[in-house]
Structure formats: C-alpha cells, structure tokens
C-alpha cells in the first residue's frame, strides 16, 4: 500500500474504528470475538471471496489495512461457520417434468416417452395440416352500398325526338360513375334532368336523396354541375370569382373570403389568386371552375366533359382534382367522349347509345364480355404468312376473339396473324411451341386483351347496326 499522510481524513476514520473495536468485548449475540493474539473474528454466513485467503500462512499475513494503521491494531477475520450435519437422507425435491411425447421434440432421437394422462394422447393425436394451393372464395358480399343517384326509366323527347329513353342506373356515394357515348347519345340531356335543369317526361330519379321533381330546390342545393365550358367572369381574378361565388349561395363575407383561400390553396391556384381568369390557361380555368362549385361542399358533383379541348397536362391535372374529390367522399357522374378518361376515373361505366343504356359494368368486366384476349403473332418476313397461318390453323378456327369470322386479308396486310387467346398466357406458350418446332423465326408476339376503345366501338357498332335494320323494318 502506498505511504498514506497522518491527517489523512480516512485513515483517522480507520484507527477510529480500530479503536472503538479493540476495546469492544464479544457480545451474547456472537457478533463478534476477539482471541487470544487480541485479533477480531466476525462470524458470518456469507461465503469466502475469491480473493479470500485458504491457508493458515496467508491468513497470518498482513492486510493492507494492517499495513495503513499498524501492525499491532486488532484486526477483522472472518471466520468460516460450519452448518450442522444432517443424518437424514437427500430427498430430490426437484419437480418432475411432465411426460412429453418425442413428437414434441424434434431434435431428440431418443424413442417416445408413455403417455399417462388423457391430454398425452390428444397431443400425440394432433396433425398440423399443410395445404399446398388455397382456392380463393368470393367473400359474401356486405349490405349494398347506399346510393346517391338511383335513375329508373328516365325518358325525355323533343317534340318527335326521344333523346333519353328507359335509361336507369344507380351511382353509389363516394363513387365515380362514367356515362360513355358518342355525341348525340343522350349523356348531357340525363346530366341536366338530373341537375333540375330538364323536366323528364318519364321515370323518376332521386340525387342526394331528394327526388329531381318534387324537391327540385333540395337536389339543387346539395349538387354541383361543371359544364362543358367554363361559366366564370374573366374580367374578375380567380380569388374575386371564388367570393363572389360564395356570397351567390349564402356565405358571409369574412366566410366567403376564407373558404376562397382554402380552395386556392387545395387546387394549387394561390400564387394566380390575384391574376385576372382571362389570363389563365385552359386547366387552370377549369380548376378555378370546379373550384367554385365547391363552395358549399356539395354531396354530388356533376362533370359533363371537363377535359373537352385541355392539352394533356391540363387534362392529368383535372384528373388529379377529381380523384381527390372521390377520396373525400364526394359522389361524381363523369361524362366524357375520352375512353382513356373513363378507365382511368371511373369505379363503373355506364355505356349509353341512341338515348339507352347497352351496357354497363367495369372497365375490365367490358372488356371481358366484348372479347377474350388474343396473340398477335408476327413472323419475321411476310414470306413466313402461309406457313405460320397453316401451322396455327385448328387454333384460328376461322374466329377472331369477339366470335367475328377472321379476315385473313387484314391479317395479311398487316403482316401479322391474330389468335383467340381463351386460356392467356398457355395459349400464348402454345404458339411459342408450334413456331419453334416449324422453325419459323418471329419478329414479335405479344398478348393482348381488348381496349376500351374496341370495347366502345363494338358496342356503338352493333347498336349502330339494330337501328338500320329497325329502319328497314319499319319501312318495308
């Protein structure tokens, strides 16, 4: 130990306490003995340390605290107690371990062990079972979406005119429904009987829960239409549009001038608030457009063709605007003559033709009733035409995917060769096969399935067709 001062403040503490303990004499309750060399014994139950002498010669040696306060002081020892022995036998009181059967363990090569109770036998009984495919299964379907449109039997005629007859269907809330058809097909007249704005001449429909006839005012105060053109003052700037917008349907001044700001803000228009809306662009016109009737929160927006004449970047920003008015809740009716549009938005497309209804259902559920995919095969050289068209012949079946006979001149033309595709892609790796063993090199093979715009030109094509012989029949 190294030299320690006299006025060391712990060493004074030490021979303190040597002192108090020498002339100490053992107590009744053992805690302590001195013997004869005048050395302290502590009786204690804890056990030896490690660095706790185990020889009598290392334990006559001095301690560092010998060494700091003298050798002549009394000094701690410990002194090993030792327990009384027992003359009653070991009991093994360790709980016995619950039988296990080997199954349980898969690592143990050692054989099964008995079952002895009921559950032993359950356990040992018990399989996990693997299931190498799951065939999906429809869910049930839940209780049906409430609707904000139900349309049944509208009708309307001008004069000798039926523009709208026997149209129904329904638009579920929180939904965007597409009315697709070509021009003349009656969408516009069924947006603005809907809006109030035609009286129908039959059937009846209910929008936001109000019927369009007997609570006109009602149905016209929870909707929103967007025409085909932009019904905004130019001379006035987007955030003067939106005010005054407001304070036409109710809002206060201070409430009209927020809610203007909040709509600026959510369509991107804050940094043109202050620009005159004859000097905006075609989207950001319609953008303000949409915006101001969104003035009120309405529960149904009404868009009657509002990308007609937008670039394509305008267009992917109304776009942009309308899906995020679906995911606030808000029920659309989308009419529109662009097919991209409608399967992009649309959650449900209402096909109308000649003022009816000739379909109605997805966009993939149209595809799938116009036609099953096909390949299109095409060869390396237009030499190649005959022999591949012979070795795919019993697979062309003289069909085309929509059940029409198949043109083999076009296909001819076209250098290339269509096959019905009813099993997708096997009927594909068919086609690879044949064409590998005939050694006919291919240019490309792609699978196909219908586009919208086949699927609306197929069915406007057969109602196009009805009619004329409707026509001829009627004349003759």
Not at 214 to 229: H, K
Not at 241 to 262: M, Q, S, T
Not at 307 to 315: A, E, I, M
Request: glycine share 8%; proline share 8%.
């Amino acid at each position: 130990m190294p030299w320690v001062p006299e006025d060391d403040p712990v060493l004074k503490e030490l021979r303190a306490w040597r002192d108090e303990l020498g002339g100490t004499p053992a107590d009744a309750q053992g805690m302590a003995a001195v013997d004869a060399r005048g050395v302290a014994a502590v009786d204690t139950s804890s056990p030896r340390t490690a660095a706790e002498p185990d020889d009598a010669t290392a334990r006559d040696a001095p301690t560092q605290i010998e060494r700091a306060v003298g050798p002549s002081a009394p000094v701690l020892r410990r002194r090993k107690r030792e327990l009384p022995q027992s003359t009653e036998p070991r009991v093994d009181r360790a709980r016995p371990r619950a039988p296990r059967h080997a199954s349980w363990d898969v690592m143990t090569t050692a054989s099964p062990e008995p079952l002895r109770s009921p559950e032993d036998v359950e356990n040992a009984a018990a399989e996990t079972i693997t299931f190498p495919s799951l065939t999906p299964v429809n869910a049930p379907d839940g209780p049906p979406a409430e609707a904000a449109i139900t349309v049944s039997h509208l009708r309307k005629t001008f004069g000798d005119f039926t523009a709208v007859d026997d149209v129904s269907f329904v638009v579920p809330k929180g939904t965007i429904v597409a009315l697709l058809g070509p021009n003349g097909a009656g969408k516009t007249t069924t947006v603005n009987m809907l809006c109030t704005l035609l009286a129908p001449d039959g059937g009846e429909a209910v929008v936001a829960g109000h019927d369009i006839v007997e609570a006109a005012s009602a149905v016209r105060g929870d909707i929103m239409l967007t025409g085909q053109f932009a019904a905004l003052d130019e001379a006035l700037t987007g955030r003067e549009n939106l005010i005054l917008f407001g304070r036409l349907l109710g809002l206060p001044k201070k409430r009209a001038a927020v809610r203007a700001d909040e709509l600026l803000a959510e369509f991107g228009l804050t940094e043109a608030a202050g620009r005159r809306v004859g000097k905006y662009s075609g989207g950001m016109r319609r953008r303000i457009d949409i915006a101001c009737g969104l003035v009120t929160r309405p529960e149904v927006v009404f868009l009657d063709e509002p990308t007609t004449g937008l670039d394509p970047r305008s267009r992917q920003d109304v776009w942009t605007v309308v899906e995020q008015l679906r995911d606030s809740g808000v029920t659309i009716l989308l009419t529109t003559q662009y097919l991209e549009e409608a399967d992009r938005l649309s959650d449900n497309i209402v096909v109308i033709d000649g003022g009816r209804v000739i379909a109605e259902g997805t966009s993939d559920e149209l595809k799938a009733a116009t036609g099953a995919a096909y390949c299109e095969v095409t060869p390396a050289h237009p030499a190649y035409l005959p022999r591949l068209r012979a070795r795919l012949e019993d697979m062309l079946d003289g069909q085309a995917s929509d059940g029409s006979a198949v043109d083999d001149t076009a296909s001819d033309e076209a250098g290339a060769v269509s096959v019905p595709a009813p099993d997708g892609p096997q009927t594909l790796a068919e086609v690879i096969r044949r064409t590998e063993a005939a050694k006919i090199p291919l240019a490309d093979i792609v699978l196909r399935r219908p586009s919208l715009d086949e699927v609306f030109l197929a069915l406007t094509d057969k109602t196009t067709a009805n009619s004329r012989l409707d026509d001829e029949d009627d004349a003759e």
